[in-house]
């Protein structure tokens, strides 16, 4: 069974620009949740969505946003880049349930984004 | 507020010594315990979990306790191989209204043979 795909696993950007990541849970997973993984702030939760809703969020600002398609698939969006947003962006799927978040995660391999 | 603290890395060991990463949590409720490693390269897997206190989570030779006493849940390994190295995270995820996976800064094991 094919694990999370993440694109692109690279990527170079300018401040100021915007990008788009992809991802495609593992197939029969409904929940994705997207996290950026820093050295000094380590993995901090961006968002979590659930049958193309946004389910949980975290403390980032609106310069970051997701949405979900009804295939499950996953994308997520970052507009006005700055140097600090310089990051693995790692999504990660889990079959999910109505009522919550179990915990239970699936994770790609992430997105490198660097900011110039 | 909700936080993990584990144990500061870089954590160096010969290959069969026993391996300990202290982890704590601050957690309201009965959260649910994890360990996640990410090796070079990948993304992360999910090691070992428990979800109630007293339980012990385990595999491949790793296993952890949730002490709620101490709010503590330790990864521990009789004997690493070198094939274990990699980045190791406690994480929870709390039982109110929040909940979402929070993870502790990461633990960097190299095992040399």
């Known amino acids: 069974k094919a694990g999370v795909t993440q694109t692109p696993r690279y990527l170079i950007k300018t401040r100021g620009q915007q990008v788009t990541l992809s991802c495609s849970p593992i197939?029969?997973?409904?929940?994705v949740s997207w996290y950026q993984q820093t050295p000094g702030q380590g993995l901090q939760f961006l968002f979590e969505?659930?049958?193309?809703?946004?389910?949980n969020k975290g403390n980032f600002p609106g310069r970051f946003s997701g949405r979900q398609f009804s295939n499950s698939r996953s994308e997520m969006n970052v507009s006005t880049l700055e140097l600090g947003d310089s990051a693995l962006y790692l999504c990660?799927?889990?079959?999910?349930?109505?009522?919550?978040?179990?915990?239970?995660?699936?994770f790609g391999e992430g997105s490198r984004l660097t900011v110039l | 507020g909700d936080s993990v603290t584990q144990m500061e890395g870089p954590v160096t060991l010969s290959e069969e010594a026993f391996l300990t990463i202290n982890c704590t949590y601050t957690?309201?409720?009965?959260?649910?315990l994890f360990w996640y490693v990410q090796y070079p390269g990948e993304g992360l897997q999910l090691l070992l979990k428990?979800?109630?206190?007293?339980d012990k989570g385990s595999n491949k030779g790793f296993e952890a306790t949730y002490r709620k006493e101490t709010t503590s849940f330790h990864l521990e390994k009789g004997s690493v191989q070198v094939s274990d190295s990699a980045v190791y995270f406690c994480?929870?995820?709390?039982?109110?209204?929040?909940?979402?996976?929070?993870f502790g800064s990461g633990t960097q094991l190299t095992v040399l043979p």
């Open positions: 428990a979800t109630k206190a007293d």
């Open positions: 969505y659930f049958s193309e809703t946004q389910r």
């Open positions: 994480a929870f995820i709390s039982s109110g209204s929040a909940r979402q996976l929070t």
């Open positions: 957690a309201t409720g009965y959260p649910s």
């Open positions: 197939s029969g997973h409904r929940s």
């Open positions: 990660a799927s889990s079959i999910g349930h109505r009522d919550a978040n179990t915990g239970e995660l699936f």
